[in-house]
């Protein structure tokens, strides 16, 4: 956890009037999934590159077909956590 997960945390705790309870964990498993997601991490961004570097334009071209959001969006979780948004700003 970081800083910022223990903020959305009490945030979280805030909205619905409750203290939440401290999960039991083990250790090994914890480092066993920390592992795992940055391995999909690393993937994922290597993916990302890779399509960057191949002019892959079928994401933009889907968002564009959906009026500028896809499947992935999640602006709409953002505001209904109570999370800050930045403004979007126009391009020119």
């Known amino acids: ?5 223990v903020e959305l945390i009490q945030r979280i ?3 619905i009037g409750k203290k939440m309870e401290l999960w039991p964990t083990d250790d ?4 066993l999934l920390k592992e795992r997601v940055n391995e999909a991490g690393r ?6 590159r890779e399509q ?4 892959n334009n079928k994401g933009r071209k889907r968002r564009r077909e959906l009026g500028g959001r896809d499947d992935q969006d999640r ?5 209904e956590a109570g999370m800050p948004t ?3 700003r126009g391009r020119h």
């Open 13 to 15: 705790e805030q909205v």
């Open 43 to 48: 993937i994922a961004a290597a993916e990302m």
């Open 86 to 88: 930045k403004k979007k």
């Open 52 to 55: 960057a570097l191949n002019g």
């Open 1 to 5: 956890m970081t800083q910022y997960d």
């Open 75 to 79: 602006d709409d979780d953002v505001v």
């Open 28 to 31: 090994q498993e914890v480092a």
